[in-house]
């Protein structure tokens, strides 16, 4: 039985990538960046799964800087490194949209950044949020492909 991070995540949920897996990459957080990952799960990802009362997937979580640095598109900065984030997706069990989770967590959650996570106007792909107690900037982003390069919009 995999170690529960809280009500609704057990850690092996935010650690598990095929990525991880295929390239041989330990992907085992530190206590400290656990300790992260509790509060994102217990502040965010808890509270938008007891909102909606349905099972909501996580598609990315902690990301060792090995594995971060083998992901492509990924920010050297992310806060996947450090456990601050995840990201959620309704699509992985359905019965909500990644769209209402998005505006649930803007309109009601404290977090460090919202990001739109590319889509389309009606409905991202997924949703990235991270949150670090005591320094949440409720910034909210729009990622976009351009050129084959990923920016981000201030939303």
Same mark, same amino acid.
């Given at each position: ?63 060792? #800087?090995?594995? %971060? ?7 050297? @900065?992310?806060?996947?490194? $450090?456990? /601050? ?47 670090? #107690?005591?320094? %949440? ?7 976009? @492909?351009?050129?084959?390069? $990923?920016? /981000?919009?201030?939303?």
């Amino acid at each position: 039985m995999s170690e529960k991070l809280s009500k609704y995540v057990a850690l092996s949920e935010v650690t598990r990538s095929d990525n991880a897996k295929r390239l041989g990459i330990n992907n085992t957080p530190t206590d400290e960046h656990k300790e992260n990952l509790k509060l994102v799960c217990s502040e965010v990802f808890d509270k938008v799964r007891e909102h909606f009362g349905k099972p909501i997937g996580i598609s990315s979580g902690y990301r060792s #800087k090995a594995l %971060n640095d083998a992901t492509p598109g990924s920010s050297n @900065k992310s806060h996947h490194c $450090t456990g /601050y984030a995840l990201d959620i997706d309704a699509d992985i069990f359905g019965g909500i949209t990644n769209s209402e989770i998005f505006n649930y967590i803007k309109d009601n959650l404290e977090f460090n950044q919202l990001i739109w996570e590319f889509g389309n106007t009606a409905n991202p792909d997924w949703v990235h949020v991270s949150y670090v #107690k005591g320094n %949440n900037k409720k910034q909210i982003l729009k990622a976009v @492909k351009r050129n084959g390069k $990923t920016l /981000y919009e201030i939303w």
